[in-house]
C-alpha cells in the first residue's frame, strides 16, 4: 500500500506531525538523515506504526508515495532546507510537490520557487504554529503555492490541523511566499505579544512587588476576560510553577537573556522596507536584543543606581487594576500593525491575502491562538479595512482601554520601569490617531539644509522656504 504523504526530518515538530497525520489514518512514508532515528521512530510510534513506513534511503521514500507525491520538508531553515531539495530533485517527476514546513524566510521561499521553475516539480511554502503540542494535535497551517498543490495535500492538511470550533486552521493564502510570509508576521505578533505580557509582569515584579503566586493568579483571572489566550494562559503556569532544584518560582531562576532564531527581526525588516510603522514589534525585537546584553546592562545598573521605583501601597492598587485594559489596548495596537504588514505586502507581492481567513486560522492551533482573533476576523468581515484601530468594531474597545494604557506607561515612564512595547504601541496610537502631526517640522528642515522642497496646506506644488543665506 503506497504512503499518502511523506517526511524529512524527524525532529521535534517533524516527529509530531508524523504521528498527528499518521493518527488521522494516512499512511506516511519518514526519512531522517541519520538513519538510526528512523528506525528509532518508528519503533516508538506504538499503534500507529503501522501507517509509519520507515525508509533507509531517499530513494525508497521517494518510491513508496503515491503520486504526484507530496513531501513535507522538517529540516533546520536556511542550507539544510537548499540541501534537501537538491538531494529530492533528481528522485522526483513531474507534479511532485516538496513542501517546506520550517520558519523558512520568504524571500528564500519565493527564490525556492523560481528556482523549480519551469522543472515540473512544485514547491509549498508552509508556515505551521503551535509548537511540539500543536504538530502532534493540531496546528494552525499557513499555506503558500500552486492551488493545484493545495489540492493535492488539502485533505490531509484539514485532517491533521487544530479546529476552531469546528473550523479547521489551515488554509491556502496565495502563491508562493504568502504562506511563510504569514508565518513571520505571526511570529512577529506573536513577539510583541509575548513582550507586553512581559513588561506587565516587570510592572507587577518591580513597581508593584508582588509574589509569583498572586501574578499567576492575576494571569489567571485575565484569561477568562477579554485578554483571554494562550499565551496569558501559559504564563499564569509559568507563574505558578516551582523550580524542583531551589524550591523558587522557576521564573527567578531563568537568565533574563531572550533569544531569537529570526522570524521576528524579519517581520520588522519587512516592516520596514515596505515603509508600514511596526512599532510594537520592533520594540519587543529590539528588547530581546537588550535582554541578550546582560554583562552591559549589570555595568549601567551600577552606573545609574536609581532602580525602579516601587509604588506606594494605594498607588499599587490602581496600577494593578489598569493592567488587563493597558494589555489589552497595546495588544489592539500590535496586531494593528502586524495585519498592516501584511496589507501592504499582499499588494506588493500580489498575493491576494485572504486577511479574515488569516484571522480564523489563527484563532486555535497557533501560539498566539486567542478569542481576540475571531473579533479580527469579523472586523474584516464588516468591509474593508485601513487599519484595525479605525475598524469599527475595535474603536469604542481601543476609546474603552486607552485610558489604561496611557496612566500604565506614564507610572512605567515616572517609575523608571521599562515599557518598550507598551510604551510603543501607545506612541503609534497616538501617532495614528493625530490629523496634524509634526511632519511640517520635519520638512522645513529638510528643505533648510538640503532643498528637498516641501508641500503647503493652501497652494498646490513643490515649495521652498525663506530661509536666506546661500
Ligand atoms: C510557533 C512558534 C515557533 C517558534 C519560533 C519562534 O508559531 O509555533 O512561533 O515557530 O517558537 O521558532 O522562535 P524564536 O522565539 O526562537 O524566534
Given at each position: 500500500?503506497?504512503a499518502?504523504?511523506g517526511?524529512i526530518?524527524?525532529?521535534?515538530?517533524?516527529?509530531n506531525?508524523a504521528?498527528?497525520?499518521?493518527?488521522?489514518?494516512y499512511?506516511?512514508?519518514?526519512?531522517?538523515r541519520?538513519g538510526?532515528?528512523?528506525?528509532?521512530?518508528a519503533a516508538?510510534?506504538?499503534?500507529?506504526?503501522?501507517?509509519?513506513?520507515p525508509c533507509?534511503?531517499?530513494?525508497e521514500?521517494?518510491?513508496?508515495i503515491r503520486?504526484?507525491?507530496?513531501?513535507?520538508i522538517?529540516?533546520?531553515?536556511g542550507?539544510?532546507?537548499?540541501?534537501?531539495?537538491a538531494?529530492?530533485?533528481?528522485?522526483?517527476?513531474?507534479?511532485?510537490?516538496?513542501?517546506?514546513?520550517?520558519?523558512?524566510?520568504?524571500?528564500?521561499?519565493?527564490?525556492?520557487?523560481?528556482?523549480?521553475d519551469?522543472s515540473?516539480l512544485?514547491?509549498?511554502g508552509?508556515?505551521v504554529?503551535?509548537g511540539?503540542?500543536?504538530?502532534?494535535?493540531?496546528?494552525s497551517i499557513?499555506?503558500?503555492g500552486?492551488?493545484?498543490?493545495?489540492?493535492?495535500?488539502?485533505?490531509?492538511?484539514?485532517?491533521?490541523?487544530?479546529?476552531y470550533?469546528?473550523?479547521?486552521?489551515?488554509?491556502w493564502?496565495g502563491?508562493?511566499g504568502?504562506?511563510h510570509?504569514v508565518?513571520?508576521i505571526?511570529?512577529?505578533?506573536?513577539y510583541?505579544d509575548m513582550?507586553m505580557?512581559?513588561?506587565?509582569?516587570?510592572?507587577?515584579r518591580?513597581?508593584?512587588?508582588?509574589?509569583?503566586?498572586e501574578?499567576?493568579r492575576?494571569?489567571?483571572?485575565?484569561?477568562?476576560?477579554?485578554l483571554?489566550?494562550y499565551?496569558?494562559e501559559?504564563t499564569a503556569?509559568?507563574l505558578?510553577?516551582?523550580d524542583?532544584?531551589?524550591?523558587k518560582?522557576?521564573?527567578?531562576?531563568?537568565?533574563?537573556?531572550?533569544?531569537?532564531?529570526g522570524?521576528?527581526?524579519?517581520?520588522v525588516?519587512?516592516?520596514q522596507?515596505?515603509?508600514v510603522?511596526?512599532?510594537?514589534?520592533?520594540?519587543a525585537v529590539?528588547?530581546?536584543?537588550?535582554?541578550a546584553l546582560?554583562?552591559?546592562?549589570?555595568?549601567?545598573?551600577?552606573?545609574?543606581?536609581?532602580?525602579?521605583?516601587r509604588f506606594?501601597k494605594?498607588r499599587?492598587r490602581?496600577?494593578v487594576?489598569?493592567?488587563?485594559?493597558?494589555?489589552?489596548?497595546?495588544?489592539i495596537?500590535?496586531?494593528?500593525?502586524g495585519?498592516?504588514v501584511?496589507e501592504?505586502?499582499?499588494?506588493?507581492?500580489?498575493?491576494g491575502?485572504?486577511?479574515?481567513?488569516?484571522a480564523r486560522?489563527w484563532?486555535a492551533?497557533?501560539?498566539?491562538?486567542?478569542?481576540?482573533l475571531d473579533?479580527i476576523?469579523?472586523a474584516?468581515?464588516?468591509?474593508?479595512?485601513?487599519?484595525?484601530?479605525?475598524?469599527?468594531?475595535?474603536?469604542?474597545?481601543?476609546?474603552?482601554a486607552?485610558?489604561?494604557?496611557r496612566?500604565?506607561?506614564?507610572?512605567?515612564?515616572?517609575?523608571g520601569i521599562?515599557?518598550?512595547?507598551l510604551s510603543?504601541?501607545?506612541?503609534?496610537?497616538?501617532?495614528?490617531?493625530?490629523?496634524?502631526?509634526t511632519?511640517?517640522?520635519?520638512?522645513?528642515?529638510?528643505?533648510?539644509?538640503?532643498?528637498?522642497?516641501?508641500?503647503?496646506?493652501?497652494?498646490?506644488g513643490?515649495?521652498?522656504?525663506?530661509?536666506?543665506?546661500?
Amino acid at each position: 500500500q503506497e504512503a499518502e504523504i511523506g517526511l524529512i526530518g524527524l525532529g521535534v515538530m517533524g516527529s509530531n506531525l508524523a504521528l498527528n497525520i499518521a493518527e488521522n489514518g494516512y499512511r506516511i512514508a519518514v526519512w531522517n538523515r541519520t538513519g538510526s532515528k528512523t528506525q528509532e521512530f518508528a519503533a516508538g510510534a506504538g499503534e500507529l506504526a503501522d501507517r509509519i513506513v520507515p525508509c533507509d534511503t531517499l530513494e525508497e521514500l521517494v518510491a513508496s508515495i503515491r503520486r504526484p507525491r507530496p513531501i513535507i520538508i522538517m529540516v533546520q531553515a536556511g542550507a539544510p532546507v537548499d540541501e534537501q531539495i537538491a538531494a529530492l530533485r533528481p528522485l522526483l517527476s513531474a507534479a511532485d510537490i516538496m513542501i517546506d514546513a520550517g520558519n523558512a524566510n520568504f524571500r528564500d521561499t519565493m527564490r525556492r520557487f523560481r528556482e523549480l521553475d519551469g522543472s515540473g516539480l512544485t514547491f509549498i511554502g508552509m508556515g505551521v504554529s503551535g509548537g511540539e503540542e500543536g504538530a502532534r494535535h493540531g496546528p494552525s497551517i499557513m499555506v503558500g503555492g500552486a492551488q493545484s498543490s493545495w489540492l493535492r495535500v488539502r485533505d490531509v492538511l484539514t485532517a491533521i490541523s487544530a479546529k476552531y470550533k469546528d473550523d479547521p486552521c489551515v488554509a491556502w493564502l496565495g502563491p508562493d511566499g504568502a504562506g511563510h510570509f504569514v508565518k513571520t508576521i505571526h511570529n512577529g505578533i506573536e513577539y510583541a505579544d509575548m513582550q507586553m505580557i512581559a513588561e506587565i509582569y516587570g510592572i507587577l515584579r518591580d513597581g508593584v512587588g508582588l509574589g509569583t503566586t498572586e501574578m499567576a493568579r492575576l494571569f489567571e483571572t485575565w484569561n477568562e476576560g477579554k485578554l483571554d489566550s494562550y499565551l496569558i494562559e501559559i504564563t499564569a503556569k509559568v507563574l505558578a510553577a516551582t523550580d524542583p532544584a531551589t524550591g523558587k518560582p522557576v521564573v527567578d531562576v531563568i537568565l533574563d537573556r531572550a533569544g531569537q532564531k529570526g522570524t521576528g527581526r524579519w517581520s520588522v525588516i519587512e516592516a520596514q522596507m515596505m515603509g508600514v510603522p511596526a512599532t510594537a514589534i520592533e520594540a519587543a525585537v529590539a528588547a530581546r536584543s537588550l535582554s541578550a546584553l546582560k554583562t552591559e546592562r549589570e555595568a549601567a545598573e551600577a552606573i545609574y543606581e536609581d532602580r525602579p521605583v516601587r509604588f506606594g501601597k494605594d498607588r499599587a492598587r490602581d496600577v494593578v487594576d489598569d493592567l488587563e485594559a493597558a494589555l489589552f489596548a497595546g495588544k489592539i495596537a500590535a496586531y494593528a500593525q502586524g495585519f498592516a504588514v501584511m496589507e501592504a505586502a499582499s499588494r506588493e507581492f500580489a498575493w491576494g491575502l485572504p486577511m479574515a481567513t488569516i484571522a480564523r486560522i489563527w484563532r486555535a492551533g497557533c501560539i498566539i491562538r486567542s478569542q481576540f482573533l475571531d473579533t479580527i476576523a469579523e472586523a474584516f468581515e464588516d468591509g474593508p479595512v485601513t487599519n484595525l484601530l479605525t475598524a469599527p468594531r475595535f474603536v469604542d474597545l481601543m476609546k474603552e482601554a486607552v485610558p489604561a494604557l496611557r496612566r500604565t506607561v506614564a507610572r512605567c515612564a515616572e517609575a523608571g520601569i521599562p515599557a518598550p512595547a507598551l510604551s510603543s504601541a501607545l506612541a503609534y496610537f497616538d501617532t495614528y490617531r493625530q490629523a496634524r502631526g509634526t511632519a511640517n517640522l520635519v520638512q522645513a528642515q529638510r528643505d533648510f539644509f538640503g532643498a528637498h522642497g516641501f508641500e503647503r496646506i493652501d497652494a498646490e506644488g513643490h515649495h521652498h522656504g525663506p530661509w536666506g543665506g546661500d
